[in-house]
């Protein structure tokens, strides 16, 4: 057995469990997350998606068996036993799964499960019946072939020498005439099923593989190019302290305007009680407005924070892999026009991979033509599942069934579209077959579908005359057309915080500052940062910058002559027992002349009693 063949089959294997986990963990949504939170479910997708890319590595060992270095497997046998279990998972185990996760948890187990069993007979009594329909009436097989007449006749001009079977004296003439033909035969049921799964499946394969050829390289270069703008370290530490420092000048202000609303209590007069009213009413109005603003700052940062745990590097690793999937698509799609649809004489005009792969053999480097192969034939498959992840079953301008969406899907989703794709691939590796009918001759993949599934009544209208290659070249084009010229979707965090900036900008942009900065400054609160300002300001030196710091230092130097002024009127007519009240009030500016003679005259009529 070739070891070079073994060891990638179980590297890519174990590489492939791995990306289903990671699949399920990305895609799942969060209500379903978790090991025991519906583990028979996520058990039945894993090994799903592993029996999807296991029929295609296989595709390969089936070639390297029918060179003589593959092990010496029975690969018919092998063929069998893959698609009687796709058939099982297909049939029973996927829908028996999401027949009973989408029935009534109300309900008692057993009337889950006898609606579920219920459900399953239906759906297997459905597929019976369609299954013997096909059997019956489309289970011949019509394989053109061409007979060859020979004739030959010998004339005596002599006597004859029984030493030679033909005497010297003799002559032969030979006769060659040709006819076509069919050679007509009976399928097994195996075969039929196969045909019947593989004709379903490639409706699948044309709509989302035709679709993934395009979409999977243009969504990774796109990717790429919308990538977030990272900060730097030194960035996002001057945003975080910025956020601390407003946080702690509004709890700040915040007391002193709760103490303000108590010193209401206190004033006599209700024309002094109303103004003082109306003003600490449009001072909170102006801190409700800050702590907002500062709220949805608070909330934008952490979603910056978040998207800068994405390692940078995998954005170039999407761009490495969409200029390669762009090369791969490009090689598929001249492949399926020279070697499948344009022939001559009834042969390929040029297969281009065959020849490759051939070529390969031929210098004694087997091992690369099998992994070019198996390169080609997985990506075909990583199209299928993109373009299913992509767009699902769609109804045209109404809605999708069952959307496959990050962190939004739930399990049900999941298994029918892991029966799409299971379907999907049945088609996919005869699709294989046929358009690399060259190097895999002599293969059991092509005694099944070359040789009988291909010539079936009514499933040969559609082989023989291209009609899925040409749909599906012709969609892919349509597709590539129609994403060049779509607008770029973007990641759904990267919108979240657009969104989120957009709004603060028509929400506070220029409101509230003038605001709250006269407030900070007039309450004592020391002002050097608003809600709003970029971050990026803390790291550039100008003149303007120099020019706030001046007008900050005036602002206070004013707000303390003020504050001395209202500490020498204060003085004059408080009491002992509201001496110190009175001094922490001085800082705010509330109170007119007539409401601090208010307050004297009181304390007055306190040292008479």
Known sequence: MDIFLLIMTIIVGVLLIFCNIYILGVYCHPEDKGFGANAYCKLIVVVGFTLSWGQVLMVPLDV????????GFDMMTVWYVIYIIVLVFISFIIPTAQFYYES?????????LTQTIAMEFVMILLMGVFQCIFYLFCSQASVP????YYGSSVANNGMVNFDYVIPQNYFVTVSQSTQQANLKFNVSL?????????????FFLVLFGGMGLSALPIDLLRSYRSRPTFKTSKQAFAKKNQLKEMTQKLIDLSE?????????????GFWARRKMNNKSSAEFQVFSEAVLQLDDEHQLFKMELDIATTNPLIYYAKLLLGFFGIIISLVWWVHILLAVLIKKNGFPIYALLD??????ESIGVSFLAVAFFTMFTLYLLWCTMKGNFKIGIAIPFLFTIHPMRPNETWMNSFLFNLNIILITTVALVQFVSKCFSQYMRYTELDQIYGRQVEYLEFYKYFYTNNVFEIALLCWSGLSAIYFIYKSQEKPKLLLEIEQQKTKMEKQYKGKNEIELQELLIKKGVNKRDIPGQDNDNNDKKSTKGKDKKGKEEKDLEKGKSKEKEKDKDKDKGKSKGKEKA??????????DNEAEKNKSKKGDSKKKK
């Open 64 to 71: 390297s068996n029918s060179r003589g270095y593959g092990g």
């Open 582 to 591: 009175e001094t922490e009030m001085s800082v705010y500016d509330f109170y």
């Open 190 to 202: 195996y075969i039929s099923i196969m045909a019947f799964l593989s004709f379903i499946g490639y």
């Open 256 to 268: 002193k305007i709760q103490e303000d609303l108590l010193e209401i209590k206190y004033q006599k």
């Open 145 to 148: 072939i061409t007979v060859l």
């Open 104 to 112: 009534d948890d109300e309900k008692s187990m057993c009337e889950r």
């Open 355 to 360: 020849k490759m792969f051939l070529k390969l």
